[in-house]
């Protein structure tokens, strides 16, 4: 029998989701995890088994807080995530890089992609989970990790906003060329998520498409305390 997770994977409208994607670039998701999948995945911060490492963000200068990348094989529930977003945002990828002039390299099943990975000697684990305490923020960045990496990232607000932490919106900034960034401040309820790209993606200009290049990152916590998930599809160096 399918799981909630897989029903609500399941019923997502992708044909949607490829068209916003390739209209402003990011997507966001409805709330695929529930309340008790959200307090699950918050549990594991404090089980140091399922992790290979620990980056305190203020050490190197990447803002204040915390992240733990999980150890593989990963939880099943975030491997489900992984496997199953995985297919059409490869489809995705496949089409901006046709958009851009290139041949499509992406395969369609992410053990094929992951293989790639450990060729390049990419062979640890990248999904992530992140803390943030009052006062924590995320400077804008890439999460790139080697020569391989996929062109999309998913990530999930695992607690509740203005109940569990306030402040701490999802930030995305469009450097574009020839012209000033533009920013997207995002909100995410508890248990939804948001596609958006991991470097570059295309933009329709008078003489075809062009690339502009994309950063992320994270809002200031004012109060509380704010969790995510992130799920990276390339592995790391």
Known sequence: MPSSLEKRMAGLDWSLLQ???DEQGFATLPALLDADQCQEIIATYQEDVRFRSTIDMARYRFGMGQYRYYQAPLPPLMQQLREGFYPELAKTANRW????????????????????????????????????????????????????????????????????????????????????????????????????PTNHRPVAGSRGYYRTTLRHGVSTITAGTRYSLGIIFHDAK
Do not use: W
Request: hydrophobic content about 35%; proline content about 4%.
């Open 19 to 21: 068209q916003t994607l």
């Open 97 to 196: 890089l046709v958009l851009l002039g290139h041949d499509a390299l992406y395969p369609e099943t992410l053990s094929a992609f992951l293989k790639q990975c450990h060729e390049q000697g990419q062979v640890r684990s990248t999904p992530l989970i992140l803390k943030y305490e009052a006062g924590g923020y995320n400077c804008l960045h890439q999460d790139l990790y080697g020569e391989v990496y996929f062109p999309f990232q998913v990530v999930f607000v695992l607690n509740q906003k203005e109940v569990d932490y306030s402040g701490g919106e999802f930030l995305l900034m469009e450097q574009r060329p020839r012209a000033q960034s533009r920013g997207h401040v995002i909100t995410l309820e508890q248990g939804s998520g948001l596609i958006f």
